[in-house]
């Protein structure tokens, strides 16, 4: 497993942006697959987007139907960091999110990584 703690979160209006970052522990960091998942108040953690582990994949990248065209998640093996960047940002988005890694991108996909980090808030006002 692998330590993540995200950071960047933040109170932004709608059409706004914001980049969220999570950095992770271990040496194996372009190994894993990482993600990032969110939940909005009274609901169940929701897919975000994920990003394929650089060996077999080549970063290949998914987004939930609700970000795609808006969200951008990238990683940079070399600092051991997974970025999501968000631009026009709706109050529909604010909800904690959470980074995550697995070393299945399909375990991770279906929200049962084995590694998690503590969320950063992201409240979107109109």
């Known amino acids: 497993q692998v330590q993540l703690v995200e950071s960047g979160g933040g109170l932004v209006q709608a059409g706004g942006s914001l980049r969220l970052s999570c950095a992770a522990s271990g040496r194996t960091f372009s190994s894993y697959a990482m993600g990032w998942f969110r939940q909005a108040p009274g609901k169940e953690r929701e897919f975000v987007a994920t990003?394929?582990?650089?060996?077999?994949?080549?970063?290949?990248?998914y987004y939930a139907d609700s970000v795609k065209g808006r969200f951008t998640i990238s990683r940079d093996n070399a600092k051991n960091t997974v970025d999501l960047q968000m631009n026009s940002l709706k109050p529909e988005d604010t909800a904690v999110y959470y980074c995550?890694?697995?070393?299945?991108?399909?375990?991770?996909?279906?929200?049962?990584?084995?590694?998690w980090g503590q969320g950063t808030q992201v409240t979107v006002s109109s």
């Open positions: 995550a890694a697995d070393l299945n991108v399909s375990v991770l996909r279906a929200g049962r990584g084995g590694s």
């Open positions: 990003i394929n582990d650089y060996t077999y994949y080549k970063d290949y990248k």
